[in-house]
């Protein structure tokens, strides 16, 4: 039986684009989905650049312009990988067209953009996802499972990282990452350790925030040096609604660290440890184990933390980065389609950033605040 076909129109195709791309690929060769995807067009910053990026990536048309694949009728999906300052304007004019939109984080760099970008597609009745993921490993499945079944008992604390060193030379360039719309390493990463908190522990409802900016200029790539203002690092304290505590760092100059995406849980009954740069494996402590064989067991990912199954039969082959953003895509395309949830639609982004905004408020009042829904 012939399914219905679904067109993606792509804007950007840097690092994020491509992960998209893959996650296109191979999510119908992996999951049953209810559409045949179809790459239509891609849209770059030059003509050769954007066609240059649809023969490598497989689309059957390419563009200069991001607005004609508004304009395409054809096009069911708007897919925003650009620079986060564009968001807004690209999302609303989708949405505008009656186009499903898939944006990569964050969402919009200040909450008001995110709330009427928020807003306009639940008016319209568009289905929208936010690329958080990392919340697409069964490993992050499996802890969210054993804290709501109470296998730790009452959760008391949480402590959650997200380290990169890819701004830690001094010398490299300013990007778009330094804009102060940009927001920052607590609104770039750190966004992602916020997300697996609340992912894991429920709603955050107080925060007090500390953001450092410590690499005051870089190169503007003219010759000269600009100011930077958004901060290298940013942490928080935080306490849920649970009656928990914890704190999450953001901090994109954590010299060595490639991929440090790391959480721990404590609780009455047992604790989790996970960390990205080995995210195939979940740490599980029992205090129910016996005095002198107490200690972190290792539980590894296989056939039984769904969908890894279907990626691979063998237990310990472990999935990837890209494995991760096809879970995303399937989620999304059955969310299109009406046979499920959107897994991370533009409502929760929109939450994420007023997390992210909240802390930073926080840092320059140097109180604690509370979080507005």
């Known amino acids: 039986m012939t399914k219905p076909r679904l067109k993606i129109g792509l804007i950007g195709t840097g690092f994020m684009g491509k992960t998209h791309v893959f996650g296109f690929a191979s999510a119908p060769r992996v999951f049953e989905l209810p559409y045949d995807l179809e790459l239509h067009t891609v849209a770059d910053i030059t003509q050769e650049a954007a066609a240059s990026a649809a023969r490598t990536l497989g689309f059957a048309n390419s563009t200069a312009n991001w607005r004609d694949i508004i304009a395409n009728p054809d096009i069911d999906v708007v897919d925003i990988t650009a620079p986060n300052a564009l968001h807004k304007e690209m999302a609303l004019a989708a949405i505008a067209a009656g186009k ?18 928020t807003n306009a597609a639940e008016a319209k009745g568009i289905r929208t996802q936010v690329g958080f993921n990392y919340l697409c490993n069964p490993m992050l499945g499996l802890a ?75 190169p503007d790539g003219r010759g000269g040096r600009k100011v930077v203002t958004v901060d290298d690092v940013g942490r928080a304290f935080l306490r849920f609604e649970s009656g928990a505590t914890g704190s999450i760092e953001g901090n994109w100059i954590a010299t060595g660290r490639k991929m440090q995406h790391d959480f721990e849980v404590y609780g009455t009954k047992g604790a989790l440890a996970f960390s990205q740069e080995q995210f195939n494996v979940l740490h599980y402590f029992d205090t129910a184990d016996a005095t002198g064989r107490q200690g972190f067991r290792r539980i590894e990912a296989g056939p039984d933390h769904k969908p890894y199954g279907l990626f691979c039969v063998a237990p310990g ?57």
């Open 100 to 117: 499903h939109v898939y944006c990569e984080k964050p969402l919009a760099p200040l909450a008001s953009d995110a709330r009427e970008m």
């Open 144 to 218: 969210r499972e054993m804290i709501a079944a109470g296998e730790l008992g009452e959760i008391r604390g949480y402590r959650g990282l997200h380290c990169e060193d890819y701004m830690a030379d001094a010398n490299a360039n300013y990007t778009f990452r330094h804009d102060p719309v940009g927001g920052g390493a607590i609104a770039d990463i750190g966004s992602h350790a916020l997300a697996t908190a609340e992912y894991l522990c429920g709603p955050i409802t107080r925060v007090m925030g500390d953001c450092v900016t410590v690499i005051s200029d870089r």
């Open 317 to 373: 082959h472990q999935l990837g980065f890209n494995d991760l953003k096809a879970i995303e895509v399937a989620g999304y395309v059955n969310a299109i389609a009406g046979k499920a949830p959107e897994p991370f639609n533009f409502r929760k982004g929109l939450r994420i950033q007023t997390l992210v905004e909240t802390i930073q408020n926080s840092a320059r009042e140097e109180k604690w605040m509370d979080v507005r829904s």
